[in-house]
């Protein structure tokens, strides 16, 4: 565990809300991106790894086990139309925290940006490298 890491210690932003936990993660929402981000929310190792990359055995399996709790509760919460799941890696990969974290975000039909998943911002022509 760092002592600094927001993510090892999801306690430490009040706003961060822990909603499921087993041995070797957390499942957690922050209120203040509910409001685009309806349903979202994070999977954390407890132990402090940068990136997926890193995860063990066991941490892959908790992941998937949260995955599949977190989905279920959003299921019934929200009715989304779809899923758009994910991990930045590294800061030129977008990810700001350095502690491997998963993204689940619902989607739905009426987002203006319906149907664009994770993919969709990097594979534009103006992304294309020099």
Not at 23 to 50: A, M, T
Not at 83 to 100: D, E, K
Request: net charge negative; proline share 9%; hydrophobic share 30%.
């Amino acid at each position: 565990m760092n002592t600094d890491c927001v993510l090892c210690n999801p306690n430490q932003d009040p706003e961060q809300q822990i909603i499921l936990e087993n041995d070797h993660c957390f499942y957690i929402q922050k209120p203040s991106e509910q409001e685009v981000l309806v349903g979202s929310g994070l999977i954390i190792p407890k132990n402090h790894v940068e990136t997926p990359f890193d995860l063990s055995p066991q941490e892959w399996a908790a992941t998937k086990e949260l995955m599949d709790k977190a989905k279920t509760i959003m299921d019934e919460a929200y009715s989304p139309d779809g899923y758009s799941l994910g991990w930045n890696v590294n800061p030129i990969g977008g990810q700001h925290i350095p502690h491997a974290h998963f993204h689940i975000i619902p989607r739905f039909e009426d987002e203006p940006y319906a149907g664009r998943g994770i993919r969709y911002w990097i594979k534009q022509k103006e992304n294309k490298r020099p």
